[in-house]
């Protein structure tokens, strides 16, 4: 992620990004799993990691995505974005790491989340910065916390 826009010192992004490494911490940890021959462990990992990111992408489409989608020149690269949430909730939730076959593939699509994270945090949140207004952030916001009840975004830095 870009350092230099200022997008951290948002709280929504913030937990956007706090969200981005849980996910990918815990995508580590399953393959570190797989590698010990822990099946049961990995698959525990990827549950958890699923769990997060159903919430983390509740929060971003219907908040600050569903908001920016309204300006033409994001609806493309967001409806790209929800695709690929679409098909990560797929795998995921079907996938069997006790099968080779989908322990390879899981092994394969581990650095799709990277480039996917870097789409986000390197183009659309910086973006956010100067295409929304208070309003949209409100909206925005208002989403993410109807998907994390149980949390409040963190002040900013």
Avoid: N
Avoid at 101 to 112: I, L, P, Q
């Amino acid at each position: 992620m870009c350092h230099y826009c200022g997008c951290r010192q948002i709280p929504l992004i913030r937990e956007f990004v706090a969200e981005h490494e849980t996910v990918t911490d815990a995508a580590g940890d399953a393959l570190r799993a797989l590698d010990r021959g822990d099946p049961t462990a990995a698959r525990r990992l990827v549950d958890r990691m699923t769990e997060e990111l159903l919430a983390h992408w509740e929060g971003e489409e219907r908040g600050l995505f569903a908001v920016m989608e309204q300006d033409p020149e994001y609806a493309p690269y967001i409806a790209d974005l929800v695709r690929e949430h679409r098909e990560s909730a797929a795998f995921l939730d079907r996938a069997d790491l006790g099968d080779p076959t989908d322990e390879a593939r899981f092994r394969a699509s581990v650095d799709e989340p990277h480039r996917h994270i870097a789409k986000e945090e390197d183009g659309l949140f910086p973006a956010s910065l100067t295409a929304l207004a208070g309003d949209e952030w409100d909206r925005s916001i208002a989403a993410w916390r109807a998907a994390h009840p149980d949390r409040e975004p963190g002040p900013a830095g």
